[in-house]
């Protein structure tokens, strides 16, 4: 069975920064893509980034672009979200997503709040 948990959410001012972490568990063969994805209340969830198997390539959703970076460290199985220069509609419930295997895996996901 594989896990994925999100953490590092959290209530930030405006302008801050937050860092998201997602360790992916379990029967892991290789991971493909990464992913973060949010949902803000009443809204359908986003496509925030992406990153590829090797972290060698990398998308973005246009409102992040310049402010947000995607990681990974495979020998830990954790992929990662740097966000900067938070703006209130930032605020959402972050998922991670992992394509294992062809399947689609989802974390529970974790809260960001962006608000003075």
């Known amino acids: 069975q594989v896990q994925l948990v999100e953490s590092g959410g959290g209530l930030v001012q405006p302008g801050g920064s937050l860092r998201l972490s997602c360790v992916v568990s379990?029967?892991?063969?290789?991971?493909?893509?990464m992913a973060w994805y949010r949902q803000a209340p009443g809204k359908q969830r986003e496509l925030v980034a992406t990153i590829s198997s090797s972290g060698g390539a990398t998308t973005y959703a246009d409102s992040v672009k310049g402010r947000f970076t995607i990681s990974r460290d495979n020998a830990r199985n954790t992929v990662y979200l740097q966000m900067s220069s938070l703006k209130p509609e930032d605020s959402a419930v972050y998922y991670c997503?992992?394509?294992?295997?062809?399947?689609?895996?989802w974390g529970q996901g974790t809260q960001v709040t962006v608000s003075s």
């Open positions: 997503n992992a394509d294992i295997l062809i399947q689609h895996y």
């Open positions: 379990g029967r892991i063969f290789s991971i493909n893509t």
